[in-house]
């Protein structure tokens, strides 16, 4: 059974950076992508990045350039590095597992 613990979020101001970590424990096979997703209240959560167990990556186009994501070569250890952050990425992050095993989320707060 895969579980995923998020850690890292917080609050930080317009232009700062915060790094997300996920500890991903329990067996996911090579066809399962890991990701950052985020939600804010009444709207639908949104993929923000997502990479292939290659190591290939996805980015929205809201963070391209701003965000990177990474994982170990196990992939126990999920991150996403978060520059030049703005107040519309304040949100809850969550970290996924095949878009389908959740964390718990963590909440960043960008103010201006």
């Known amino acids: 059974q895969v579980q995923l613990v998020e850690s890292g979020g917080g609050s930080v101001q317009s232009g700062g950076s915060l790094k997300l970590s996920c500890r991903v424990s329990g067996y996911i096979g090579w066809w399962c992508e890991l990701g950052w997703y985020r939600q804010t209240p009444g709207q639908e959560r949104e993929m923000v990045s997502r990479i292939s167990s290659g190591g290939t990556t996805y980015y929205a186009d809201s963070v391209k350039g701003r965000f990177t994501i990474s994982q170990d070569n196990t992939r126990g250890n999920l991150a996403l590095q978060m520059d030049s952050l703005a107040t519309e990425d304040t949100a809850v992050y969550y970290c996924?597992?095949?878009?389908?095993?959740w964390g718990q989320g963590t909440q960043v707060s960008v103010s201006s």
């Open positions: 996924s597992a095949c878009g389908k095993v």
